[in-house]
């Protein structure tokens, strides 16, 4: 089973700063990574797919980077609706896995 | 605009049985791949298993193979998780998800809200 490994656990900054989520991977997957944001009480919801494409109505202050073992999200500029949990998901092989998250918060 | 809604989920005995529902609508449902996934109460997100288009090809996590079986009726637009033998550690959020195609392609464009499955020991 392929585990990610996701850090910080959480993450403390202001708004409008830029932060940077860390993904690492138990093996190489290529660039078959996801990442998706959640609100508390709320699906997830897809930013990025194919390590560094961005799901369709996502903003451009979202992107993502990596192959192989490591990767990140980033978000240039945060904006209050974006404090909340990150998480990656490799679709590399079976079993698919999920990270820990990181929570961004102020 | 893609709509998932889960329904079924429900307070069980440990050992018994139930089956989750998603409908499904504003996509063509038997082309894409579909997925459960689950999240435990203040936990991560866990995938538990994913089936083709055409309901060829099914996938399960270790921890519910034997016991779950997923399945879909593309007449209906429906996905079904019909879930045997529950254990305390099922309790979760099951989340309907859609893929991004019909197999292989297996990062999730859209999710329902998820159903409640509480699972008492």
């Known amino acids: 089973e392929i585990v990610l490994t996701q850090s910080p656990a959480t993450l403390s900054v202001s708004p409008g700063e830029r932060v940077t989520l860390s993904c690492r991977a138990s093996q190489s997957i290529s660039s078959n990574l996801a990442w998706y944001q959640q609100k508390p009480g709320q699906a997830p919801r897809l930013l990025v797919y194919g390590a560094s494409n961005r799901a369709t109505g996502i903003p451009a202050r979202f992107s993502g980077s990596g192959s192989g073992t490591e990767f990140t999200l980033t978000i240039s500029s945060l904006q209050s609706e974006d404090f909340t949990i990150y998480n990656c998901q490799q679709y590399h092989d079976w079993p698919l896995t999920f990270g820990g998250g990181t929570k961004v918060e102020i | 605009e893609v709509q998932l809604l889960e329904s079924g989920g429900a307070l069980v005995q440990s050992g018994g049985s139930l089956r989750v529902s998603c409908a499904a609508s504003?996509?063509?449902?038997?082309?894409?791949?579909m997925t459960w996934v689950r999240q435990a109460p203040g936990k991560g997100l866990e995938w538990v298993s994913s089936?083709?288009?055409?309901?060829?090809?099914?996938n399960y996590a270790d921890s519910v193979k034997g016991r779950f079986t997923i399945s879909r009726d593309n007449s209906k637009n429906k996905l079904y998780l019909q879930m045997n033998s529950l254990r305390a550690e099922d309790t979760a959020v099951y989340h309907c998800?859609?893929?991004?195609?019909?197999?292989?392609?297996?990062?999730?464009?859209?999710w329902g809200p998820g159903t409640l499955v509480t699972v008492s020991s």
């Open positions: 998800t859609k893929e991004a195609a019909n197999w292989g392609e297996n990062w999730f464009v859209s």
């Open positions: 504003g996509f063509s449902f038997s082309v894409y791949a």
């Open positions: 089936i083709s288009g055409g309901g060829r090809n099914t």
